[in-house]
């Protein structure tokens, strides 16, 4: 059985900080780059990404191949920046999706 691990990707000020929790951590300067590292993540036993919020935004498409496969589950998070409401909302369609109804 493979040994699944979770990644960090994001702007480097974002997601540093979570090397010191014994995350993988996958620093970006491009959309471009965000895209081929996220897609790379999903080929190699990353069972969780989590992904700024601030790049979520810019690959939208990309974020969405992942949403209905078991792994890897793409997590967003906020950024340096701070929140743009779309990990939130992304949760809330979630519950939506599972409960049939809008409870939160």
């Known amino acids: 059985m493979p040994m699944y691990k979770i990644a960090v990707l994001g702007d480097k000020d974002s997601v540093l900080?979570?090397?010191?929790?014994?995350l993988d951590v996958f620093p970006v300067e491009s959309v471009e780059e965000?895209?081929?590292v996220l897609h790379a993540l999903a080929?190699?036993?990353y069972?969780?990404?989590y992904l700024t919020e601030q790049a979520a935004a810019q690959?939208?498409?990309d974020v969405n191949r992942y949403k209905d496969e078991l792994t890897p589950a793409i997590?967003?998070?906020p950024g340096k920046e701070g929140s743009l409401g779309i990990g939130m909302a992304n949760v809330k369609s979630a519950v939506e999706r599972a409960v049939g109804a809008d409870i939160l």
């Open 34 to 36: 965000a895209r081929r």
């Open 43 to 45: 080929r190699e036993n």
């Open 59 to 61: 690959m939208e498409a």
């Open 75 to 77: 997590i967003l998070i």
């Open 47 to 49: 069972a969780v990404i």
């Open 17 to 22: 900080g979570f090397k010191a929790l014994g």
